[in-house]
């Protein structure tokens, strides 16, 4: 086998994988290639989604997957129902009501979507007081808990979740401190908000935090998992 291919193939693998620390399969009829690299021993020790669609439209890839497609049939596999799909770290955001009544919606998505990350769920939804208090239960103990949660629910929110490479803590800065007088210039809290009570934007603090509240927002199904084409100039090592 030339050690090029090789070499090529497990490069691309590699960047793919460093930017997907937990990797996953999953079936579905929409989606991108996937590719094994090849050891030099012959043996197949790992598989890469190669962010292209199978019908090939990846230029950035194309070279290795037509060096892999020349490898002996054995040597390589290209799954098109199962692959390996990239699971990127995910984060739950929250517009306010205090946001969406001032029309700041497009505004605040749009950060988020100019930055390079990715919207996999979105809805309007007034939440009740009691879910209000669920999502903010690890403040009951503060004397604004009883205000926020009325607050909170007082009219339609716009919940969501965003995808990306290290999306949790650069959601966190996108945001801005809690306290808009102490958020800095160009964040969303900073840009648009004044207030504590009224700061327009929710969003997880932390890996357990993104994970309990995508779960009490989200039903599993209402989140899409899908390849945006403006992956492969977002992400890869060089
Ligand atoms: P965070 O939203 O930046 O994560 P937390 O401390 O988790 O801030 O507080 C949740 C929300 O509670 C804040 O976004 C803000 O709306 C509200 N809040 C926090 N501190 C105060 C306060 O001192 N007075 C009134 N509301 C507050
Ligand atoms: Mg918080």
């Keep these: 086998m030339s050690s090029q291919i090789y070499r090529s193939a497990s490069k691309a693998a590699r960047s793919l994988l460093s930017s997907a620390k937990n990797a996953r399969f999953f079936s579905e009829g929409r989606t991108i290639g996937a590719a094994a690299a090849v050891s030099a021993s ?12 199978s019908s090939g439209s990846g230029v950035a890839s194309k070279s290795w997957i037509t060096g892999l497609l020349a490898l002996p049939a054995a040597a390589y596999m290209i799954q098109d129902q199962e692959v390996l799909a990239a699971e990127m770290e995910r984060t739950f955001i929250a517009i306010k009501p205090d946001g969406v009544q001032r029309g700041l919606i ?9 930055k390079g990350f990715k919207l996999v769920g979105i809805k309007v939804i007034v ?10 239960h690890d403040l009951k103990e ?19 979740v965003w995808e990306g490479e290290g999306v949790i803590r650069y959601g966190r800065k996108l945001i801005g401190a809690t306290d808009p007088q102490k958020s800095e210039p160009g964040t969303i809290r900073g840009d648009l908000a004044v207030t504590v009570g009224r ?21 599993p199904q209402e989140l899409v998992s899908y390849t945006n084409n403006s992956e492969k100039w977002l992400y890869g090592d060089n």
């Design 142 to 160: 503060r004397p604004f808990f009883n205000g926020l949660c009325d607050f909170l629910s007082s009219g339609p929110v716009i919940a969501m």
């Design 42 to 53: 012959g043996k197949i020790p790992l598989y890469a989604s190669n962010f292209v669609r």
């Design 127 to 136: 939440p009740s007081k009691d879910f209000a208090q669920k999502h903010y």
């Design 199 to 219: 700061n327009i934007i929710h969003g997880s603090d932390g890996p357990e935090t993104a994970k309990d509240e995508i779960n009490l927002w989200f039903k």
């Design 106 to 114: 497009s505004e605040i998505v749009s950060r988020f979507e100019r």
